[in-house]
């Protein structure tokens, strides 16, 4: 006779054996160089999100939406592994079916990512075999315990059960550890790729001259560091590069496709150009925005070279982790400097914002124009849809002019003499002026920076003779098209935020 393990043991069993399968599929992911079955699954679980929990994410956790994304998926493991495990307790099959189950998940999550083969499934495989062979153990029935003191312990007893309980979570412990170092080793040999510095080869013509001038304030740098530059993408993991045989590929509408090694880019004529990139997510008064100097080949002259047929309609790019977006032919020809940069602020593209290559197309939202880790640029009709467009974001995204106040940066100011000061940009058509209005004041010009580009957003300043009391501030900006930002609001979907920033202050 048998009697199950006791609920509260067989729940940790549940939990021990489902950590172990998850850091055992971590660890041959790792091992064998394919996504992990968590990251896999984090992916699909984005790239099936609705659009509101997408804006819902981004906006309670902004650039930590991932962190937030493993967590949940993290809890939801531990909870149905704790389900399982005592579930198992009673029927064991339903041990070896529900991480089964999960491990077809991961599998079936991993095949499916872009880039990866069968060879993707073994980590959830090999993580379900073992984590549901040691949960059957642990939850093996004990016998019936006869009273007497001679009583030896048998199949099952608490101390042996907590031991290896112990030991599980050990080498759970371990195998996740060396997961990660693994995982950050490769990051790492990267990142140091990264790090070589560019050829000097720059005309000096084509590198920009950024007067003093485009500074009238300081709290906002008028080029943003790489470090402190937004990064926004759907990537859980980092792509892996070789650089030796990483190329991008331009082809489909053309005459004569193309393929550049990254050596080919770097031999190629370069030009540096001032660009204000910024985020369709980006709410009125937002931080997903930052100006660089980006350093690439001119997207048109490979273009011309490869020549574009008369009824390719949309540039349609590919990330090397499949991520994918396009913009109208016409944006690549209509003078704008759109370029394959391979090159940010003086050095090679940092990983994260897209080494070895990128597109940066001025005037258009990164969601349309900006792919990170580039691969592929064909060029094709409107029937294919960039990533975020079946996800309910529109297909062409013009950047919107727009100015935000980002000084005062403190809710309480002291009265006297304080400058109000920010940043304006309507890349691609340039800024015309700035304006502020203080309470129901009139609207007064602001002293703008030095225009450096069109491209690249403007810095601009009021002094203000600051009265105590409650104080509201507003800006407009209007490009040199004449045209002036909306006071209209509209969200960030589908097309980008509208709306004047405004600012509370108190003085004292
Ligand atoms: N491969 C890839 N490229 C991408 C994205 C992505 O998710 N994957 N996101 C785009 C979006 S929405 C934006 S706003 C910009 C952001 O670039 P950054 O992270 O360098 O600031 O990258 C674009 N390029
Ligand atoms: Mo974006």
Redesign the pocket.
């Known amino acids: 006779m048998t009697t199950p393990v006791p609920r509260r043991f067989a729940a940790l069993a549940g939990l021990v054996a489902g950590g172990l399968a998850v850091t055992i599929g971590m660890l041959v992911a790792a091992i064998t160089e394919v996504v992990s079955p968590i990251d896999a699954v984090g992916s699909e679980v984005i790239d099936r999100s609705p659009r509101w929990l997408k804006e819902f994410a981004i906006r309670e956790f902004g650039t930590d939406d991932k962190l937030a994304l493993r967590i949940g998926i993290i809890s939801i493991l531990a909870i149905a592994a704790v389900g399982v495990g005592i579930a198992a307790a009673r029927r064991r099959w339903v041990g070896v079916a529900g991480i089964g189950l999960f491990g077809l998940v991961g599998a079936l999550a991993a095949v499916h990512r872009p880039g990866e083969g069968a060879g993707a499934a073994l980590p959830s495989i090999l993580g379900a075999v073992v984590g549901s062979a040691v949960l059957v153990r642990m939850t093996r029935p004990r016998p019936i315990e006869t009273p007497g003191p001679s009583q030896a312990p048998l199949g099952w007893d608490r101390r042996r059960f907590l031991t290896t309980t112990g030991l599980v979570a050990v080498g759970a412990t371990v195998a996740g550890g060396v997961a990660r170092a693994i995982e950050g080793r490769r990051v790492d040999s990267i990142r140091r790729a990264t790090r070589v510095p560019l050829p000097d080869t720059l005309e000096p013509t084509e590198s920009p001259d950024i007067p003093p001038g485009a500074e009238v304030f300081d709290e906002t740098p008028f080029v943003t560091p790489n470090d402190d530059?937004?990064?926004?993408?759907?990537?859980l993991s980092f792509p892996s590069v070789d650089i030796d045989s990483w190329s991008v590929e331009i082809n489909g509408k053309v005459d004569t496709p193309l393929r550049l090694t990254y050596a080919d880019l770097l031999a190629l004529p370069q030009v540096e150009r001032v660009v204000t990139?910024?985020?369709?997510?980006n709410e009125v008064g937002g931080e997903?925005i930052?100006n660089a100097v980006w350093r690439g080949v001119m997207l048109r002259d490979l273009l011309e070279q490869a020549g574009v047929q008369a009824d390719a309609e949309q540039v349609y790019s590919t990330?090397?982790?499949g991520?994918t977006?396009g913009f109208p032919v016409a944006a690549a020809f209509d003078g704008r400097d759109a370029m394959i940069a391979i090159g940010m602020n003086g050095e090679a593209l940092p990983l994260?914002?897209?080494y070895p290559a990128?597109l940066v197309v001025p005037g258009l939202?990164?969601?349309v124009?900006?792919?990170?880790?580039l691969s592929k640029i064909e060029l094709t009709t409107w029937d294919k849809e960039g990533?975020?467009v079946p996800r309910g974001w529109s297909a062409l995204g013009p950047i919107k002019t727009q100015s935000r106040i980002d000084v005062p940066y403190t809710s309480k100011v002291a009265a006297g003499k304080q400058a109000i000061a920010g940043v304006a940009w309507a890349q691609f058509r340039g800024i015309e002026k700035v304006e502020v209005r203080i309470d129901e004041g009139e609207w007064q010009l602001a002293t703008l920076g030095a225009d450096v580009s069109d491209d690249a957003w403007r810095q601009w300043l009021l002094e203000w003779d600051a009265t105590p009391g409650l104080h509201l501030l507003r800006v407009r900006a209007t490009d040199k098209s004449g045209e002036t930002q909306t006071e209209e609001t509209a969200p960030v979907a589908p097309d980008g935020a509208t709306g004047y920033h405004m600012v509370r202050v108190k003085v004292e």
Not at 277 to 281: D, E, H, I, N, Q
């Open positions: 530059f937004y990064r926004i993408d759907t990537a990139l910024c985020c369709v997510s997903y930052g990330s090397l982790d991520w977006c994260e914002h897209g990128r939202y990164g969601y124009s900006a792919t990170k880790w990533y975020w």
